[in-house]
């Protein structure tokens, strides 16, 4: 514990650019023959962010639709990279972008555990441990070993949560997920989320309902048009955002 | 380098778990299920057994053995490369969603083809051992020759499956070479018949062409395999899995984007 620096996020300069194009070129023939002619509108989704995220941290990213927070979680991430900048990150991250991304329909949710956690790095002696707890939270009870595809969506999602909330990362990204099952699971993916924060984890998320916003989150970082608006108490932010929205 | 293998090591538990989703899930429905991978080869084997020897004028006494030996290997080496090719594009759902060492992809696709293989081995045993021709010591070459292959298209499948997520014919000029390649390479035939002929610097242009050929020395001739051009290949093979990894690496930054 002698690092100097307490950030588990660091957001440098960073700047991302997305070339659309009309038109893709995904074959050669196009890329030979449209070479040059192709039309490309260059959007600036992130223009020289600037951001620190303590470690322990609880942190919500707001904005309208289309103001890049989620391109900003996804460069957290590592899916994409920055066009400039740089981010830096210190401990183990997992992000909860969509769930259940790579569930095989065919196995059974037990194996789809393994398989989905190691995707977020785990061991398999680390998941043995967690894959009662894991199917405790998930509440399929019997239908564990049952392949994926026979689960209903909200089955589906419930298992996905349970996996990606038991990975025990030190940093949590999330996406627009607390309206994950009925009101009851919701409740208790809240819960869990507060019980991770009091335990001191860093969490960012991403989301459009301010309330569990405002009852989760310290922090509130305020996205507009790619340029960060506001940064502060997430009852102040959230209450100046609201303002100029409606 | 050393971060990568530090990360590779990490993510251990992936790798495994994708590899048993490639043999297992590919099959998964069929009746049959893991036996087609190795149904096919050896129906594959069983035509051309029939029909080449009304082809070729002198086979090679054991035919059917003879062609079992160049059929595996070479199904491994197709298999490989085709899926690898295309496993960036279909796994586009999880690589726009988590963040993990893209290259555990084709790492997997070339080393579930290698366990498939290792079972294609006892098919080739049998044939063996069913034709009377047994073993020798010059078996303990196989690790090495098995090596080299595993190393060439790793090498391969790191720059295929990368470049075809920029341009996606990639896939259909690959089918189109490895088709030509199922020709260039003596699968059906044996290397001997070039031997002093003018395109015989053309056959050994081709890796696949001396790991086969190595194959058969060691299984089916039981002889010494020219240990000289396997080591050349397999020099090569190392040169192109460092190529093909920083390949990879630069043009993995775009995946997310480009899928």
């Excluded at chain 1, 196009?30 to 600036?44: C, L, M, P, S």
């Excluded at chain 1, 223009?47 to 639709?65: C, F, M, R, S, W």
């Excluded at chain 2, 610097?201 to 001396?210: C, E, G, R, V």
């Amino acid at each position: 514990m002698k690092k100097k620096e307490n950030y588990a996020i660091k957001v440098c300069n960073v700047t991302k650019v997305f070339k659309l194009y009309y038109d893709k070129p995904n074959t050669l023939k196009e890329r030979i023959v449209f070479w040059k002619k192709n039309k490309t509108e260059v959007h600036k989704v992130l223009d020289n962010i600037n951001l620190e995220i303590d470690k322990g941290e609880t942190v919500a990213l707001i904005g309208t639709n289309g103001s890049g927070k989620s391109t900003l979680l996804k460069l957290m991430t590592k899916i994409i990279y920055p066009t400039e900048g740089e981010i830096k990150i210190d401990g183990k991250l997992t992000s909860l972008l969509e769930l259940g991304a790579g569930f095989h329909p065919d196995f059974t949710g037990r194996e789809n555990i393994y398989f989905n956690a190691s995707i977020f790095g785990l061991t398999a002696s680390e998941i043995d441990k967690r894959v009662t707890q894991i199917i405790e939270f998930s509440e399929l009870g019997d239908f564990i070993d049952s392949p994926v595809r026979t689960y209903s969506s909200g089955m589906y999602m419930r298992l996905a949560f349970s996996v990606a909330i038991n990975v025990d990362a030190e940093i949590l990204l999330i996406d627009e997920i607390l309206a994950v099952g009925d009101q009851h699971f919701q409740e208790k993916c809240f819960n869990k989320l507060q019980e991770l924060k009091d335990s001191g984890k860093t969490i960012v998320i991403v989301s459009h309902s301010l309330e569990s916003v405002k009852k989760l989150c310290n922090r509130a970082i305020w996205i507009n048009k790619g340029k960060k608006e506001m940064d502060g108490k997430s009852n102040h932010v959230i209450e100046k955002y609201l303002e100029v929205c409606s | 380098m050393k971060e990568l293998i530090n990360n590779l090591y990490s993510y251990r538990q992936l790798l495994k778990s994708n590899v048993k989703k490639e043999i297992r899930g590919k099959y998964k429905g069929s009746f049959l299920g893991v036996l087609w991978s190795f149904v096919n080869p050896l129906l594959t084997t069983l035509v051309y057994a029939i029909v080449f020897p009304f082809i070729l004028k002198n086979t090679e006494p054991n035919y059917i053995t003879f062609v079992v030996i160049g059929v595996l290997p070479w199904t491994y080496f197709t298999t490989v490369i085709m899926q690898g090719t295309t496993t960036i594009l279909i796994n586009a759902g999880i690589i726009k969603k988590v963040y993990f060492p893209r290259e555990i992809l084709p790492i997997s696709i070339n080393t579930s083809g290698l366990i498939n293989f290792f079972i294609s081995c006892l098919i080739i045993f049998i044939f063996l051992i069913c034709s009377g021709i047994g073993f020798s010591w010059y078996i303990i070459f196989l690790p090495l020759i098995i090596g080299t292959q595993y190393i060439l298209q790793q090498g391969i499948i790191f720059i295929t499956s990368a470049i075809n997520v920029y341009i996606r014919d990639a896939e259909y000029i690959i089918t189109f070479i490895i088709n030509m390649l199922f020709y260039a390479t003596p699968i059906l035939y044996s290397a001997k018949m070039f031997e002093n002929s003018s395109i015989s610097w053309l056959i050994s242009l081709n890796p696949m062409a001396t790991i086969i050929n190595c194959y058969r020395d060691v299984l089916f001739y039981q002889s010494m395999p020219h240990i000289k051009s396997l080591l050349v290949v397999l020099l090569g093979s190392c040169i192109l899995l460092y190529i093909g990894l920083k390949i990879f690496k630069r043009l993995e930054k775009g995946f997310a984007e480009e899928l």
